[in-house]
């Protein structure tokens, strides 16, 4: 005879890690930290643990209203809030003023939380919480760049010497530009420059950043999203 409620519980597993990897194949397409398997795992175990805190402790359980074994689901669910937080602190990167990974570490998070609805028999809940994480990584994303101008920059360039990166420095504060930081190194009486900054969008439109660097060579500008 087939065991129906198996069958359900498997198929939890399953819907978790299916909606869990719909979240990381975005995520691996945009070439992030976490991607698909990791997305996968995470859902996929915060979906387990939340069955098995359901029905893993039938053994214990006694019957009747003079029970001595009293089960509260919510504990373990707390510790999957509590335990994928230090998952997510992993995809934070700080480095030279600039801080990635956030969406990431925060799709993590969702993602155990969508698990853990899976899990506990919310098959509608986790289905809208997954259209509503996508929502918030593509379309806001793309509604973000039109309406958030600023944004940090990532500019490569040789330099002939320090004086050609002081002047282009101070040029770059006199346009109202915020220098995060710099870092440079000489190689073959190159001056091979990297500057952080800060800026509003119209600038790099107007093309005013590239004529304050128009006499560097090698230019390269990148998002630091």
């Excluded at 089960?71 to 230090?86: C, N």
């Excluded at 918030?136 to 101008?149: K, Y």
């Amino acid at each position: 005879m087939m065991d129906w409620k198996l069958l359900e519980l498997i198929g939890r597993l399953a819907l978790a890690g299916i909606l869990g990897g719909v979240i990381g194949f975005d995520r691996s397409y945009r070439a992030k930290e976490a991607g698909l398997r990791t997305h996968f795992l995470v859902a996929l175990g915060s979906a387990l643990i939340m069955i098995v805190s359901q029905h893993g402790f039938g053994d214990f359980v006694f019957a009747g209203a003079d029970s001595m074994v009293k089960l509260d689901p919510s504990r373990i669910a707390a510790q999957i809030v509590s335990g994928i937080g230090f998952l997510g602190a992993g995809m934070i990167i700080f480095q030279k003023k600039f801080v990635s990974g956030l969406t990431t570490a925060a799709g993590l998070w969702t993602a155990a939380g969508i698990g853990m609805a899976v899990g506990g028999g919310m098959y509608a809940v986790s289905i809208a919480a997954t259209l509503l994480t996508l929502f918030g990584l593509e379309l806001l994303r793309r509604c973000a760049r039109s309406w958030i101008t600023v944004e940090n920059l990532k500019i490569s360039c040789s330099l002939k010497n320090r004086d050609e990166l002081a002047g282009i420095l101070t040029e770059l504060h006199r346009l109202g530009v915020r220098v995060l930081d710099y870092q440079h190194n000489e190689e073959d009486q190159v001056l091979k420059v990297q500057v952080f900054i800060r800026c509003n969008l119209q600038a790099v439109k107007e093309g005013k950043i590239v004529e304050i660097f128009r006499s560097a060579g090698d230019f390269h500008l990148e998002n630091q999203e």
